[in-house]
């Protein structure tokens, strides 16, 4: 934080938002960033010549998952301070959470040419690669130099063990997720890739005891559902992995995770007899097969198109692209971030409306939960 030059000026006007100041930070330091957001607001508001102070209402916007919130702020900060690294750091991954790819790799790139040394932005490069199937040089290149510069980070052993096991590469993946695992043990990441890659190697039981410790933290998890469906089928318990696998069906919004699931659950009905319902589930499958290929583009191309107006304050657009996206399929993350342009517009009602169907076909996480409360605080701000 580029906390001390503002402390000085504030400490000279002797006023009250010094303590507003360290009060925000307090918090920060904490984790505490809804509890934060309010007080960096209020003293952004009065004090718009600071690029800190920016920066740091960019960082809790960040942290409660507002992307759009936070690539405004964030932007304007890095506009103020060109040449910080950290700042282009985290433009960039609010840029790429929010669904503008492209620009989040300009902004990472420009990190990493402002401070080589700095690990995160070689970090988030290669996960936004890697995430979107993008098995280049220079995301290899970028997860390697961050596992180089910090051997400590599990996130950047697990994408590194992502990048070899999405082409395959098993013997070069395993020992980055057990790296991973071995450094973060609980975390449902890291637990996830080491059973991803246990079961594609042949450890079915190991493979088994990670998916279900996921489970317990994030019960409806598609690729863990999914994970558990085809290592109980492996095992032949094939009773137990039905339930898992039509939740993995039902629940999944990518397409390779939706064909994945239907897969599996036509091998679980013939191996359980059920000939009709494996018939009709196969016939799920073709169908998806046939048309999700070209709904996916019309829905990459609508998203990249909104990310574009997102960057230019347009949100009209924003809207008129992103109800066309959940027309063609209802995304827990495109409602999400439709309710963010919405409070962009001052729709506060549309808003709500989509963070309550986002609750509905998704999980009720703090961040969507921080989104409802802070909408229905600015709607009753509002009513007369």
Not at 169 to 190: M, N, Q, V
Not at 308 to 324: C, I, K, N, Q
Request: charged letters at 30%.
């Amino acid at each position: 934080m580029i906390w001390l030059p503002l402390l000085a000026l504030l400490a000279a006007q002797a006023n009250s938002d010094l303590e507003s100041l360290k009060t925000a930070q307090q918090l920060m330091d904490s984790g505490r960033w809804a509890e934060a957001l309010p007080v960096l607001k209020d003293l952004v508001g009065k004090h718009p010549e600071a690029p800190a102070l920016t920066y740091g209402l960019g960082r809790c916007y960040f942290e409660v998952e507002d992307y759009t919130a936070a690539v405004s702020s964030l932007r304007e900060a890095a506009r103020r301070i060109p040449d910080s690294a950290e700042f282009r750091f985290f433009l960039g991954s609010a840029l790429g959470l929010s669904g503008n790819f492209e620009e989040a790799i300009q902004q990472l790139r420009t990190a990493i040419d402002l401070d080589p040394e700095f690990e995160p932005a070689y970090r988030a490069f290669g996960m936004f690669r890697v995430e979107r199937a993008q098995y280049t040089p220079d995301a290899l290149a970028a997860l390697e130099t961050a596992v180089r510069l910090d051997p400590q980070d599990a996130r950047a052993l697990y994408w590194l063990g992502e990048f070899h096991r999405g082409l395959g590469e098993l013997t070069k993946a395993r020992p980055y997720f057990e790296r991973a695992h071995k450094l973060d043990p609980d975390g449902p990441l890291t637990q996830l890739g080491l059973g991803q890659v246990l079961l594609d190697d042949g450890d079915v039981d190991e493979a088994l005891a990670h998916f279900d410790a996921v489970l317990k933290q994030a019960p409806g998890l598609v690729p863990a559902l999914l994970g558990r469906a085809r290592a109980l089928y492996y095992r032949g318990q094939f009773e137990q992995a039905l339930a898992p696998a039509k939740a993995a069906w039902e629940d999944s919004h990518e397409f390779e995770e939706r064909r994945s699931s239907g897969w599996i659950l036509v091998r679980i009905y013939r191996a359980l007899g059920r000939d009709a319902e494996a018939q009709a589930s196969e016939k799920q499958l073709k169908d998806l097969e046939k048309t999700s290929a070209g709904e996916l583009d019309r829905l990459r191309v609508l998203s990249d198109e909104a990310a574009r107006y997102e960057a230019e304050g347009r949100f009209d657009r924003v809207v008129e692209l992103l109800e066309t996206s959940v027309r063609i399929r209802v995304r827990y993350d495109v409602l999400t971030r439709l309710g963010d342009a919405y409070v962009q517009l001052g729709r506060l009602d549309d808003a709500e409306r989509c963070f309550i169907r986002a609750s509905e076909v998704g999980p009720l996480t703090d961040a969507l939960k921080h989104r409802l409360q802070r909408v229905r605080e600015l709607s009753a701000q509002h009513k007369p």
